[in-house]
Nanobody
């Protein structure tokens, strides 16, 4: 059983920075595609950033140039460095891991961490 635990959320002023962490336990973290999603009330969960097993990254257009996803496989930890934060970045941020077993994709989710950008 995989467990993902996010931390690092909080209240920050516009233009500020936060770093989210996601600690993984259980199976083989290094073999998962890892993602950060975010969700605001009444909206669908949105993919923010992705990092593949070999370390390739992808970002939503809304965060390109401001957010950086990274992973430390030796520490089983995923990070999201968020700079130049805007009020529209306010959301609950979720860590997600995808395990591929043949034709099946298994999703693992953390409990979420609140990020609020406000003056």
């Amino acid at each position: 059983q995989v467990q993902l635990v996010e931390s690092g959320g909080g209240l920050v002023e516009p233009g500020g920075s936060l770093r989210l962490s996601c600690a993984a336990s259980g199976r083989i973290f290094s073999q998962y595609v890892m993602n950060w999603y975010r969700q605001t009330p009444g909206k669908q969960r949105e993919l923010v950033a992705q990092i593949t097993v070999p370390g390739l990254t992808n970002y939503a257009d809304s965060v390109k140039g401001r957010f950086t996803i990274s992973r430390d496989n030796s520490e089983n930890t995923l990070y999201l460095q968020m700079n130049s934060l805007k009020p529209e970045d306010t959301a609950v941020y979720y860590c997600n891991g995808k395990e591929f077993r043949g034709p099946m994709t298994i999703d693992y989710w953390g409990q979420g961490t609140q990020v609020t950008v406000s003056s």
